[in-house]
């Protein structure tokens, strides 16, 4: 009877396949936001890092009326819809073609 122990080549087969499928799974959830009420929420430092902006921008957004948002103590989000029509507002279109 043979033993089939870590270091046999089929296990290490299967080994090397279930770590490539948690990088992908790993890759395809890395951006996931869980909905809540069908709707998604973005925390204050993603959005800061995905418009390309500081904190302190968002913040005069936020002072400004320009971006609503909610906040429970410290923690800021932002409604990925409110994001999307505030930057609907802001697009400026090409004049000249």
């Not at 800021?76 to 994001?83: G, L, Q, T």
Request: net charge positive.
């Amino acid at each position: 009877m043979n033993v089939i122990d870590k270091n046999d080549p089929a296990i290490q087969t299967v080994f090397k396949s279930m770590d490539r499928v948690s990088s992908k799974l790993d890759e395809l959830f890395k951006d996931y936001r869980p909905l809540l009420n069908g709707e998604r929420y973005i925390p204050k430092k993603e959005l800061a890092k995905q418009l390309g902006v500081c904190d302190r921008s968002l913040q005069e957004y936020r002072r400004r009326g320009m971006l609503p948002y909610i906040q429970n103590s410290k923690k800021v989000m932002y409604r990925e819809a409110d994001v999307e029509r505030m930057l609907e507002k802001m697009y400026v279109k090409a004049w000249k073609l």
